[in-house]
Nanobody
Framework: QVQLVESGGGLVQAGGSLRLSCVAS????????MGWYRQVPGKQRELVAVFTSGGTANYADSLKGRFTVSRHDSKNTVYLQMNSLKPEDTAVYYC??????????????WGQGTQVTVSS
């Protein structure tokens, strides 16, 4: 069973930075995307950034330039560097691993979430 463990959330002032980490364990991830989503109460979970198995980083348009996703495959770890944080970035951030069975079939796995709070 895949397990994802996030770390690095917390409270930061507007304009500050945080780095989230997520370590995956429990299975083989030979063909998988890893990334981050976020959710605030009353809203749907939304994509933040994904680092694909092919080596491409994809971002929500509104976050380009402030957030950077990276991946260390030998450590089964994905990172999210968040700079110039704004109060509207406050959310629970979830790590995601999408393990592809074939091109149109996959399993999604989620971490427990880590709270990021940005004060004004």
């Amino acid at each position: 069973q895949v397990q994802l463990v996030e770390s690095g959330g917390g409270l930061v002032q507007a304009g500050g930075s945080l780095r989230l980490s997520c370590v995956a364990s429990g299975s083989s991830f030979s063909i998988s995307d890893m990334g981050w989503y976020r959710q605030v109460p009353g809203k749907q979970r939304e994509l933040v950034a994904v680092f694909t198995s092919g080596g491409t980083a994809n971002y929500a348009d509104s976050l380009k330039g402030r957030f950077t996703v990276s991946r260390h495959d030998s450590k089964n770890t994905v990172y999210l560097q968040m700079n110039s944080l704004k109060p509207e970035d406050t959310a629970v951030y979830y790590c995601n691993l999408r393990n592809y069975i074939n091109y149109d079939t996959w399993n999604d796995y989620w971490g427990q979430g880590t709270q990021v709070t940005v004060s004004s």
